[in-house]
């Protein structure tokens, strides 16, 4: 045996790992994100007016595990919050085992959030690594088999602090004459520092036995347009698995959760779901290694059915696609459920055909399968949030 390589995962321990994201990413099936932190289902309860207490927060949950075990032909795996994988549904079973008994498998988000990165232009890393064995190790004892990790880069474009209202006069030296610099970001260090937390991340769960979601996003947030959206994601996908590979992760055993190539919220032209779809595969062809388990994409803000029909777009692309791809969407799968729902009782029913709706497009959308006609409550609304955080 060479001993070049330190002793990571065991053949045993690499063979669960692949099997878990082998399921997750079964052809038809994909990941619904139910992984809100406390403040933010909070927002969507507000929405429908609806208190933000734990007790209605399980009871939103609750009607979202509940649902016809048929969702399971669509939905391999559900993302928990901690507080969610502790509670248990009104006839007191846990909400893992009402998963598991769905044949669904549970995951858990495990950063605790963004926070500023210092000595750059806004830009952040997460949190979380703190104490990440212990827990991953608590959550795999549960019956957790997954977990989530979130990453946050901006495009933007902006001028440094020191050089506005620079004054000339003729004792400025000539280099400053005419000096205008223009800096962008992601960062060398944004794009670096968050490569290597997602990878510590990554090593951290594999040993604990959970597959990581590895999740660098690339906010939709500014005005770029499509080939500045695929650049950026190419170069920070490039600095991800760097980090991945220099921390001795099992790509076999891991899922990436990124976001789709598309021009900044603000682009004033147009792309056709075509050219986004191909910008998209292209960007992760060329940097994502084949050995990886899967990509699961989050919707970034898109409405319910644009979120579909570009995920379907993507699994018709011409471009060689060695992985699954289909989805891990919180907002886009739970829109129209909590419209319809309201807080009451008397619509739980109807809130759970909404769910089934949206998780069966999305499950022929990965196989590149759906045709259209089965639009949710929310239709094309925009679920776009400006510098989401979870």
């Excluded at 006069?169 to 005419?178: A, C, H, L």
């Amino acid at each position: 045996m060479s001993t070049r390589f330190a002793t990571y995962l065991t053949p045993e321990k690499e063979e669960e790992l692949a099997d878990i994201a082998r399921r997750i990413t079964a052809p038809g099936k994909g990941i619904l994100a139910a992984d809100e932190s406390i403040s933010t289902c909070g927002k969507r309860l507000q929405e429908i007016n609806v208190e933000n207490s734990e007790e209605n927060r399980r009871r939103y949950r609750e009607l979202l595990f509940s649902t016809d075990d048929i969702i399971a032909e669509s939905v391999s795996g559900v993302i928990l919050f901690d507080e969610t994988a502790r509670q248990s549904d009104s006839h007191g079973t846990p909400f893992i085992q009402v998963l598991e008994r769905k044949g669904i498998i549970p995951g858990i988000k495990v950063d605790k959030g963004v926070v500023p990165l210092a000595g750059t232009h806004n830009e952040c890393t997460t949190t979380g690594l703190d104490g990440l064995k212990e827990r991953c190790e608590e959550y795999k004892a549960m019956g957790i088999h997954f977990a989530k990790w979130r990453c946050v880069l901006k495009i933007t474009k902006y001028t440094p602090s020191y050089q506005v209202g620079l004054k000339i006069t003729k004792y400025t030296p000539s280099y400053q004459v005419g000096l205008k610099i223009t800096k962008y970001t992601p960062s060398y260090q944004a794009m670096l520092e968050n490569a290597n937390v997602l990878a510590r991340y990554a090593s951290i769960c594999q040993q604990a036995g959970l597959v990581p979601i590895v999740e660098p996003e690339v906010l939709p947030d500014g005005d770029h347009d499509l080939n500045m959206a695929r650049r950026v994601t190419e170069e920070v996908l490039a600095f991800q698995y760097k980090a991945l590979a220099d921390h001795h992760v099992f790509l076999e055993g891991t899922l990436l959760k990124p976001n789709m190539v598309t021009p900044g919220q603000g682009y004033p032209g147009k792309c056709s779901v075509e050219e986004t779809a191909f910008a998209t595969v292209q960007a992760l062809y060329r940097t994502v290694p084949a050995a990886v388990g899967g990509i699961v994409f989050l919707s970034g803000g898109q409405g319910e059915e644009s979120a579909t029909i570009n995920l379907n777009a993507i699994n018709r692309v011409s471009l060689r696609r060695p992985w699954p791809l289909t989805f891990s969407y919180g907002r886009a799968l739970q829109a129209s459920v909590l419209s319809a729902w309201g807080g009451k009782d008397e619509n739980i029913k109807a809130a759970q055909n909404e769910l089934l709706k949206r998780a069966k497009a999305n499950g022929l959308a990965s196989l590149g399968e759906y045709k259209g006609g089965i639009e949710g409550l929310a239709g094309e609304k925009s679920l776009f949030v400006k510098d989401h955080a979870y």
